[in-house]
């Protein structure tokens, strides 16, 4: 059986890395992306250790087009193909409208919008070659209903589910799937930050009262990339514990 390949974007830290390992599990060959080639390093040979062998690693930052290429490129002159794609990577500038200068603007559509084309586009033309791909982009809550002093954020978020709709009505009789997950607020470095008295204030407006864990991410993006999701098209799940709810 020829060897399942699933590249990650942001595939080393928080919810990405946790997507990562749940596919090194299930037997799939990892390449992960991330920009800093030291934390990639320490990343491979941590794992590697842990007795996951099936780990590449690709220095690529995804706001930038011709790094996305070349680093695809790569990938596919070593594998051929590329089973599924997880566009996962993202960044913050937050800041009241008011306050928000270009700079801040420009960073997080570039990181979290453009890098929907730049990574999607070298990696869509393998998939229609080859008639199969999974296509997964990783949305949030804040891209549904909005959020206070993330104008530039929720606005990325908001046009990653257009790029999907529209993405996925073109591939899908060529056995492509592309879906959009959107998190609520999950338990990770970032959430654990957070004073434990704004935390509660959080966990006190989540239905299921709780945070959410990046493994039931995880899994959810491992279904989506299976074989009996084939139905499953132009859809954005939601998981935020009830907190959001359309």
């Not at 595939?11 to 934390?39: C, H, M, P, Q």
């Not at 002159?77 to 603007?105: C, E, P």
């Not at 491992?222 to 959001?244: E, F, P, R, V, W």
Request: with cysteine; aromatic share 6%.
């Amino acid at each position: 059986m020829e060897e399942k390949v699933a590249l990650v974007t942001g595939g080393i830290r928080g919810i990405g890395e946790k997507i990562s390992l749940r596919f090194l599990k299930e037997g799939y060959r990892v390449v992960a992306f991330d920009n800093d080639a030291g934390r990639l390093n320490d990343w491979a040979e941590t794992q590697k250790a842990a007795g996951f062998e099936k780990i590449d690693t690709v220095v690529c930052d995804v706001s930038d087009y011709e790094q996305c290429q070349a680093a695809v490129a790569s990938v596919l002159n070593k594998y051929d193909h590329i089973d599924a794609l997880v566009n996962n990577a993202g960044i913050t500038r937050d800041a009241t409208f008011k306050k928000m200068d270009k700079s801040q603007w420009d960073a997080v559509i570039q990181v979290n919008l453009n890098s929907m084309f730049n990574m999607t586009k070298p990696v869509i033309e393998n998939m229609l070659t080859n008639q199969r791909g999974r296509i997964i982009n990783m949305s949030s809550i804040n891209g549904q209903k909005g959020q206070f002093g993330q104008a530039n954020y929720s606005a990325a978020k908001a046009g990653v589910h257009g790029f999907t709709k529209a993405l996925a009505q073109e591939v899908a009789r060529k056995n492509i799937t592309v879906n959009t997950i959107s998190p609520g607020y999950i338990n990770t470095e970032m959430m654990q930050a957070i004073p434990d008295d704004v935390l509660e204030n959080i966990k006190a407006q989540i239905p299921v009262g709780r945070l959410g864990e990046a493994d039931e991410i995880a899994e959810l993006v491992l279904y989506l990339c299976g074989d009996k999701s084939g139905y499953i098209t132009g859809s954005n799940i939601a998981i935020n514990g009830g907190q959001h709810m359309c």
